[in-house]
């Protein structure tokens, strides 16, 4: 369009002449190393959100499915999650601002049942442990509707995904003190733990 205009002098020259447009170009997930696994998970042992981090590496479960799991969900006798809902942070028409939305899985398909090994047990039996010192604190009234989300913030207020990359960024950000330049660990997204299971 822009060599049409400089054609019928409407424009001295095209600006986005030169600028390539790529589409459809696959990008290769981030996906945790062993080494990267190990290093991530002995920084943050101990951490508020370390069973959160080993639930997610554990199960593959998306963002959103983790800040919606509720006992109900858990079945420990059987050694499975049930995920049936997803918990989103946004605008929907007729909010006045962003707030929290309990809804339906991204798909069909994503109702289904995870399968809980050893550690995500033990992190889900120790996050339970810690929702009820949190609730018992009564640092802050829970929303209404979401009161047994059993991934919270300290505040006993459900977490979203601005919360959740700043606590990997925090971790790494302490991994990367101790390193040299030229082997800082890089950042990634929640969802990176659902490539890495």
Known sequence: MFDKAVLDNVAVKNPVRGIKVTRDE?????????EE????????????????FTVAVSTGLRPGELYALTLEDLDFEKKV??????????KFEGDTGKTFHLG?????SSYRDVPMNRRCELALKK????????????????????????FTTK?????????????IKSIV??????????????????HCFRHTF
């Open 155 to 167: 505040f006993n207020t459900p977490i979203n995904a601005q919360i959740y990359c700043d606590a």
């Open 104 to 108: 339906n899985t991204k798909t069909k």
């Open 26 to 34: 696959e990008k290769e997930p981030r996906v945790l190393t062993i």
């Open 37 to 52: 696994q190990a290093v991530f998970f002995d920084t943050c042992k101990g951490t508020f959100y370390d069973n959160l």
């Open 81 to 90: 999650i049930h995920v049936t809902k997803s918990l989103s942070y946004q």
């Open 127 to 150: 996050q339970l442990m810690q929702k009820r010192v949190i609730a018992g604190k009564g640092t802050s009234k829970p929303l209404e509707g979401l009161e047994n989300l059993i």
């Open 173 to 190: 950000t302490e991994i990367n003190l101790m390193r040299d330049e030229l082997e800082q660990f890089d950042t990634f997204s929640g």
